[in-house]
């Protein structure tokens, strides 16, 4: 069984907790909403052997510091700890980025940004971040599927969603996962665990709060780092056909945003192929990532 060793790293005012395993050249692996670093825990064991594996938990998210400001949430500054921590880990080397949701948004925004400090980037089921700004802007469809970035930030959702530790969400969140093999009662109890610690749900939100405007007030100061930012990094998007968060055809328009591009599409997988998957998203990602 693949040691996990928990660890904070200090950024400006914020204690981000990251876990790490392995040795060898770096990966590191952001989560989505509502998930954090243990969403990658099946990749983590598997790619341990060959590599330095770290999984951090986002600011507001289980075990990481819970500002009230929004300004650490801001896109700019969730890259800027990313860039930090790897410096932390591995100074000036070049390191490879996995992410998820809105850790796969973030993961293509750090391309755009610092295409320099990456070998390679991966996201699953996510657009950049300033291709969803594009499609909350443009795209009836998307905006409808999108709602929730806007509901859960107060009323009736928002209490639904915090009340007694996020038991609400965490029992509709994660149904989806409870009749695979490979997700045992114990996963279930460390996912229930993390999203209970006090103010993380809200902690989460404010990744929306801070980056996510008004749709019908999207201006060109909401893309980040622009509105047509692209990368050359060697880039992997791993897509669940089954999702509904994100409109398939952004992947139509993503050569755009990342020019050296490979795609894969998983038939039968919904938002969250790490978890419905995770043997399929192991090989992907050791084949792309040993290249």
Same mark, same amino acid.
């Given at each position: 069984?693949?040691?996990?060793?928990?660890?904070?790293?200090?950024?400006?005012? /914020? #204690?981000? %907790?990251?876990?790490?395993?392995?040795?060898?050249? +770096? !990966?590191?692996?952001?989560? $989505?909403?509502? =998930?954090? @670093?243990?969403?990658?825990?099946?990749?983590?064991?598997?790619?341990?052997?060959?590599?330095?594996?770290?999984?951090?938990?986002?600011?507001?998210?289980?075990?990481?510091?819970?500002?009230?400001?929004?300004?650490?949430?801001?896109?700019?500054?969730?890259?800027?700890?990313?860039?930090? /921590? #790897?410096? %932390?880990?591995?100074?000036?080397?070049?390191?490879? +980025? !996995?992410?998820?949701?809105? $850790?796969?948004? =973030?993961? @293509?925004?750090?391309?755009?940004?610092?295409?320099?400090?990456?070998?390679?980037?991966?996201?699953?089921?996510?657009?950049?971040?300033?291709?969803?700004?594009?499609?909350?802007?443009?795209?009836?469809?998307?905006?409808?599927?999108?709602?929730?970035?806007?509901?859960?930030?107060?009323?009736?959702?928002?209490?639904?969603?915090?009340?007694?530790?996020?038991?609400?969400?965490?029992?509709?969140?994660?149904?989806?996962?409870?009749?695979?093999?490979?997700?045992?009662?114990?996963?279930?109890?460390?996912?229930?665990?993390?999203?209970?610690?006090?103010?993380?749900?809200?902690?989460?939100?404010?990744?929306?709060?801070?980056?996510?405007?008004?749709?019908?007030?999207?201006?060109?100061?909401?893309?980040?780092?622009?509105?047509?930012?692209?990368?050359?990094?060697?880039?992997?998007?791993?897509?669940?056909?089954?999702?509904?968060?994100?409109?398939?055809?952004?992947?139509?328009?993503?050569?755009?945003?990342?020019?050296?591009?490979?795609?894969?599409?998983?038939?039968?997988?919904?938002?969250?192929?790490?978890?419905?998957?995770?043997?399929?998203?192991?090989?992907?990602?050791?084949?792309?990532?040993?290249?």
């Amino acid at each position: 069984m693949t040691e996990f060793t928990h660890s904070y790293f200090r950024h400006q005012n /914020l #204690a981000l %907790h990251y876990v790490e395993a392995g040795s060898g050249p +770096l !990966v590191i692996f952001y989560h $989505g909403f509502p =998930l954090f @670093w243990f969403s990658f825990h099946h990749q983590m064991r598997a790619l341990a052997k060959h590599y330095r594996v770290v999984a951090i938990d986002g600011p507001g998210v289980n075990l990481s510091s819970k500002p009230e400001d929004l300004d650490p949430y801001r896109l700019s500054s969730l890259i800027e700890q990313v860039d930090a /921590l #790897a410096h %932390h880990l591995t100074g000036s080397a070049r390191f490879s +980025l !996995v992410g998820h949701d809105w $850790g796969g948004a =973030l993961a @293509w925004a750090f391309a755009q940004q610092y295409p320099d400090r990456l070998n390679k980037v991966v996201a699953l089921n996510a657009p950049p971040a300033n291709q969803l700004i594009h499609l909350l802007a443009t795209n009836p469809d998307q905006r409808t599927r999108s709602r929730y970035m806007w509901s859960m930030r107060s009323g009736e959702v928002h209490a639904w969603m915090t009340e007694n530790g996020a038991q609400n969400l965490w029992q509709q969140a994660y149904a989806r996962f409870r009749d695979l093999p490979h997700y045992t009662p114990e996963h279930d109890e460390t996912f229930r665990q993390g999203l209970a610690q006090p103010g993380a749900i809200d902690g989460g939100i404010n990744w929306y709060r801070a980056n996510i405007p008004v749709a019908t007030e999207i201006g060109d100061a909401d893309y980040w780092p622009s509105k047509t930012a692209a990368t050359t990094v060697p880039a992997l998007l791993i897509w669940g056909e089954l999702d509904d968060t994100f409109v398939a055809s952004f992947i139509d328009d993503l050569p755009a945003y990342a020019s050296n591009l490979t795609v894969h599409r998983l038939k039968d997988v919904g938002h969250s192929p790490m978890l419905e998957v995770p043997d399929a998203v192991n090989d992907l990602l050791r084949n792309f990532l040993s290249d």
